[in-house]
């Protein structure tokens, strides 16, 4: 069965620094995607990037970066240049390709950036 | 609008009676999930509908919530018998076959039991 893990449930960074949120999975399937969406407090889920479990590179989108860790079954969310308005729930989530593809999610990790 | 519809956005009822919420997927999109979050919380899977395959029910948390999708579209979910505990955000999402698998969400129906 799919599982994923996030453990930070709340972090504070300072605006303009970089942070990471922290994401690890676990799945007996060769072929999965990682997901990362984003929760501002108006409650829309805002999807950021995707990792493809063959992808040779890390997925990069804007300020958004995935450390996709294969071996270690972790996919880590990466912020560069912090802004206020990437305070928000985060939450890492991933589907199996094969068997039912459903999308499993994480707890989440509630960013705040403080000024 | 081409996004996922769900209504009612809002929906206050009181304890014992039966609510339907109602998610429009976008079209020809074959997947399509419900999914709970309580204040602060996050997302508790419901539901997954995946074209003509037997619905994933292993989230649906009693009896009393049930969910049918018609014609491969719109989809209703049923909470019998509302309790106190029901009252969260229900979120809807649907998925395109193949690609990679993005969930496009709606807006969400927040759901107030008295």
């Known amino acids: 069965a799919q599982k994923i893990t996030q453990t930070q449930p709340g972090m504070f960074v300072q605006e303009k620094e970089a942070v990471t949120l922290d994401c690890t999975y676990d799945?007996?399937?060769?072929?999965?995607?990682l997901f990362w969406y984003k929760q501002p407090s108006s409650g829309e889920m805002i999807f950021l990037i995707y990792q493809g479990s063959y992808d040779q590179q890390n997925a990069t989108e804007g300020r958004y970066s995935l450390n996709f860790q294969k071996a270690r079954k972790s996919a880590n969310l990466v912020i560069s240049a912090s802004q206020l308005g990437d305070s928000a729930m985060y939450f890492c989530?991933?589907?199996?390709?094969?068997?039912?593809?459903?999308?499993?999610f994480g707890t989440g990790t509630r960013l705040t950036i403080i000024p | 609008g081409a996004g996922v519809s769900q209504s009612p956005s809002n929906k206050v009822t009181e304890k014992g009676k039966d609510v339907e919420l109602r998610c429009d997927p976008i079209?020809?999109?074959?997947?399509l999930y419900w999914y709970r979050q309580s204040l602060g919380q996050g997302l508790e899977f419901l539901i997954y509908f995946q074209g003509n395959s037997a619905p994933d029910k292993s989230g649906l948390p009693s009896d009393r919530f049930s969910a049918e999708r018609t014609g491969g579209s719109v989809s209703t979910l049923t909470i019998q018998r509302t309790q106190q505990e029901d009252s969260a955000v229900y979120l809807c999402?649907?998925?395109?076959?193949?690609?990679?698998?993005?969930?496009?969400f709606g807006e969400g129906s927040r759901l107030t039991v008295l």
């Open positions: 999402a649907s998925s395109p076959r193949g690609g990679t698998g993005e969930l496009f």
């Open positions: 799945t007996s399937d060769p072929s999965y995607g």
């Open positions: 079209s020809g999109h074959t997947a």
């Open positions: 989530a991933m589907r199996d390709n094969f068997g039912n593809e459903k999308l499993t």
